[in-house]
Every structure is written in C-alpha cells, then in structure tokens.
C-alpha cells in the first residue's frame, strides 16, 4: 500500500511526533507501506525516511494562498515522484486549516 501523508509543516513536536511514531508503528508490525510525507517545510528529523515539500502547503493568509487545482497538481507530483506512483491513501491532516 502506498500512503500520502499531508501537513503543514514538520516542526518537532505535536503533529510531526505523532507521524513519526505512527511511522515506526507500521514498520515494527511488519505492514508493507510506503510513505511519503509531504509538507510545505523542510523536515529536519531523521525518523520520516520520505518527504517532499511542496510549494504553496505551508500556511498561508487569504492573500498567500495558491489556487487549489495547483496546489493538489504539486502535491500529487510530490507523491508521484517519492512513491513511484499516485498512492492509493490520502491521509490529510487539519485540512481546513492554514
């Protein structure tokens, strides 16, 4: 199965600890999942062997914000190029934030 886990940012703490240890979760129980995370900061831990930022995904005021199409288009080149091929989840967290 192939995942595309989508946040704002992966600042330490809150959020990017939850990922990482979901992410360890998976790979002690043996499931075959390949991730990606993809964020609009570069993620500066060694615990999240995937990640891509893309442009647009951070937050952002009204007047900062990409058009939607583009943002999702960059996202799944995002996903596409980490993963070898659209994923099969979307996992998008606090989505109607930012």
Request: avoid cysteine.
């Amino acid at each position: 199965m192939k995942v595309a886990i989508v946040h704002y940012h992966l600042e330490p703490g809150g959020v990017t600890r939850v990922i990482e240890n979901t992410l360890d979760a998976w790979a002690s129980a043996g499931h075959a999942i390949e991730t990606v995370v993809l964020s609009g900061r570069r993620y500066a831990g060694d615990r999240i062997p995937k990640t891509q930022v893309i442009d647009g995904l951070d937050y952002a005021t009204p007047e900062q914000a990409i058009n939607p199409e583009l943002l999702m288009e960059r996202m799944k080149d995002g996903a596409r190029r980490s993963l070898g091929g659209m994923p099969d989840l979307w996992h998008v967290h606090n989505h109607s934030l930012g």
